[in-house]
């Protein structure tokens, strides 16, 4: 970007959202309530981001639904509808973030079929956002810039020796380019990966007509099913406890009550004919899917190993089996790119396709006014994290929080270094809770009594962090307990002794407060 071409210098209270999702949705209601203007840009005709199946980057399908409850796929100002079923589908979240956007005021804020073509460093301060609209580009100086475009916008296809021959009649595609099962109706299908997307498409093929469903995978992670005994998982896996029993118990402690807890109410996969995963959970890896261990144990779905090679129809496989398919669509996830950003500001976050260093997901020492939210792969609910971490941005910016010293921004930085040779996805109730706690928002559950259980071990709901803190709510103790007892989840407000004994036991820790 030539940033010598006088850019249109907004005023200092603008801000600049780059995405129309539902990060910059939430980013965007709450800087607009404390003060700034916020500028939305979005490249598609709609709002949406993922959710939007016009949009050229959206990986939706027909029929597809959330992985995450109704309940966890909102933000804490709007509801879903009365009569929203328990999963909702793509319509039902696309009207839904419409919805909210007239809610909290934001129409007049959106700049659609706008898209964000450069970002850089203004010559005198600032951040230069370059935007086309038809014909025409104009660049603008924002002193504050939000990145709210996600982690899933750009597939990750596998290097596979022959892959680009394959001659199946169905082709080689990526999961964002599926568009339902009815094309495959009598096809031998190969799907390949273990994530959530992979074993759902799989579970589709194989209950719509498919005359062979296979899914190759580098490792059989656990499965949880998304209903545990009628109750969403994310109601039961994702809790205050589960994320003060990550802060303060030993990792082999909480693999094992994790594995514990999957295994005893899913099953572990090779008791379904499928591949045995590795004892530790941490390593094997977590996913979901209602149906696919099911199907797999009915030999409607058959595991396979990973893919050596592609000859033609003919895949094979690392065991040296070898099989003709129809065609393949790879489950394989996304790069984290930003084509938009500069080279300098490519170079300050690190960014390699997989990783972006940053101070706790969101701010970087070298990047004043810059702001990130939700550039990371999360296991688990992400609206509730979002607002979270929305508010967080929002409070700091309009001086309600203390902004982060430089010093603990380079250590944030260099521990984001530091994880690249892990695992990329993160538990959701860690940085529900992380986030909470930055922007004074995340309750001490012994403060509230009547909500205490509810507070400990039913979801994350995005009413039980409106209960202190800026943006308090009168009314949401009531919604808090409410989402609790979704479901038949929590209906007791007391503590069993198993329970009790949890509590104290993750509470306890010398120099340790509660969540």
């Avoid at 099953?267 to 797999?296: H, K, M």
């Avoid at 129809?326 to 996830?333: P, R, S």
């Avoid at 939210?373 to 967080?392: D, H």
Wanted: hydrophobic share 45%; proline share 8%; charged share 20%.
């Amino acid at each position: 970007m030539n940033a010598s071409l006088d850019p249109i210098r907004m005023p200092e209270r603008t801000v600049a959202i780059i995405g129309g999702g539902p990060a910059g949705l939430v980013t965007a209601r709450f800087l607009k309530k404390h003060g700034f203007e916020p500028v939305v840009f979005e490249a598609a005709a709609a709002i949406g981001g993922q959710w939007n199946a016009a949009s050229p980057v959206s990986a939706v399908w027909p029929g597809m639904r959330t992985n995450t409850s109704r309940v966890l796929t909102a933000f804490s100002d709007l509801d879903h509808p009365s009569g929203t079923n328990v999963y909702p589908s793509h319509v039902d979240m696309l009207a839904y973030l419409k919805q909210y956007s007239e809610t909290v005021g934001l129409t007049s804020h959106l700049r659609l079929s706008t898209p964000v073509e450069g970002l850089d460093r203004g010559p005198n301060g600032g951040w230069i956002v370059r935007s086309r609209r038809d014909e025409s580009t104009v660049s603008e100086l924002f002193s504050r810039v939000v990145v709210a475009t996600g982690c899933c916008t750009t597939p990750d296809m596998p290097a596979i020796t022959g892959l680009s021959g394959f001659a199946g009649r169905g082709g080689a595609i990526h999961s964002s380019q599926y568009r339902g099962a009815e094309s495959y109706r009598g096809q031998s299908v190969l799907v390949t990966g273990c994530s959530i997307s992979a074993l759902e498409i799989a579970s589709e093929l194989a209950a719509s007509g498919a005359a062979k469903v296979s899914v190759a995978m580098r490792r059989q992670r656990y499965v949880l099913q998304k209903l545990l005994a009628g109750v969403p998982t994310d109601h039961v896996a994702f809790t205050r406890f589960a994320a003060q029993a990550g802060r303060v118990l030993p990792p082999e402690a909480i693999a094992a009550g994790m594995k514990q807890m999957v295994v005893e109410s899913c099953g572990s996969p090779e008791q379904f004919g499928a591949p045995r995963p590795d004892d530790n959970i941490f390593a094997a890896g977590l996913t979901q899917s209602q149906n696919y261990l099911a199907l797999v144990a009915e030999g409607r779905i058959q595991p396979r190993p990973w893919i050596e090679a592609v000859d033609g129809q003919t895949v094979h496989f690392a065991d040296r089996s070898s099989d003709a398919f129809d065609a393949v669509i790879f489950g394989t996830g996304f790069k984290l790119t930003l084509p938009f950003v500069s080279e300098t500001i490519a170079a300050s976050l690190g960014l390699d396709g997989y990783h972006v260093d940053l101070h706790d997901h969101t701010l970087h020492p070298d990047l004043d006014g810059l702001g990130f939210i939700g550039l990371y792969p999360l296991v688990g609910p992400y609206f509730p994290v979002l607002e979270l971490q929305a508010r967080w941005l929002a409070y700091v910016w309009a001086g309600l929080r203390p902004m982060p010293s430089l010093e603990t921004m380079q250590e944030g930085v260099s521990a984001a270094r530091a994880r690249r040779g892990g695992p990329r996805d993160v538990p959701m109730h860690a940085l529900a809770t992380l986030f909470a706690a930055h922007a004074g928002v995340e309750p001490r559950p012994a403060a509230w009594p009547a909500l205490e259980r509810a507070l400990w071990f039913g979801p994350l709901s995005p009413a039980s962090f409106r209960l202190t803190g800026p943006d308090a709510e009168p009314d949401a103790p009531t919604r808090a307990i409410a989402a609790a007892r979704c479901f038949n989840a929590i209906i007791e407000d007391a503590f069993t002794p198993e329970e009790t004994a949890r509590v104290k036991a993750v509470t306890a820790v010398p120099g340790v407060r509660a969540a």
